[in-house]
């Protein structure tokens, strides 16, 4: 799905409207391994993702945990950040190459003047990211390791090829070794 389809769905907007979101966005090509936020930064940008990957993690003072990886046809930021101006709690980095389309704050808060619905769309939006947050707390407190494993694999098969081994254990709450075992039974 390309991005201004992308856009439509999420957003549930009409052409015109998407003309205008879609002419704030700037295009970022970047190689693998760039930091797009550090924890405790100001987060000034929401990114949708067009090819690559990146990771949302966070330092817990023993370990590196990845709260998120993102592919193509995904937005990534730190929405608490972005939207509230707090200081970040996650980190975010490319994992390969990307390309990105990017929107600066600043024109993200002009829509607010220059789309009579804003609201409307953007709590749509917020809505949408935080259905995805209940599917995955649900997934955490009724599946198995196994359960969680075979659900995230058959979603996201072509990750698994391009992304440490580590990291994807990380997002589905297990070890390394853990997800090691499963991936020889499975």
């Known amino acids: 799905m390309d991005f201004k389809e992308q856009l439509f ?13 879609l002419s704030k966005f700037h295009k970022e090509t970047l190689d693998k391994n760039v930091q797009l936020l550090e924890e405790g930064q100001s987060c000034r940008s929401l990114s949708f993702i067009a090819s690559g990957y990146c990771r ?6 023993s370990k590196e945990a990845t709260q998120w990886i993102g592919g193509a046809g995904y937005f990534v930021t ?3 950040s ?13 994992l390969s190459p990307v390309t990105l389309w990017t929107l600066d704050k600043a024109d993200y808060q002009e829509f ?4 009579p619905n804003w609201n409307v769309l953007e709590k749509r939006f917020i ?36 992304v440490p081994l580590q990291y994807i254990a990380s997002v ?9 075992r499963i991936r020889s039974k499975a």
């Open 112 to 115: 607010e003047q220059k789309i």
């Open 127 to 162: 809505a949408k990211c935080f259905m995805l947050l209940e599917q995955r707390i649900f997934q955490f407190i009724s599946q198995s390791a196994e359960e969680r494993y075979q659900q995230y694999f058959e979603a996201n098969k072509e990750l698994f090829n391009h």
């Open 9 to 21: 769905q999420l957003f549930e907007v009409e052409a015109e409207q998407a003309g205008l979101i």
């Open 82 to 94: 972005f939207l509230f101006d707090k200081p970040a709690v996650w980190s975010i980095e490319t």
């Open 172 to 180: 589905l709450g297990m070890s390394p070794e853990t997800l090691s």
């Open 78 to 80: 730190d929405l608490a």
């Open 56 to 61: 949302v993690y966070k330092w817990t003072g």
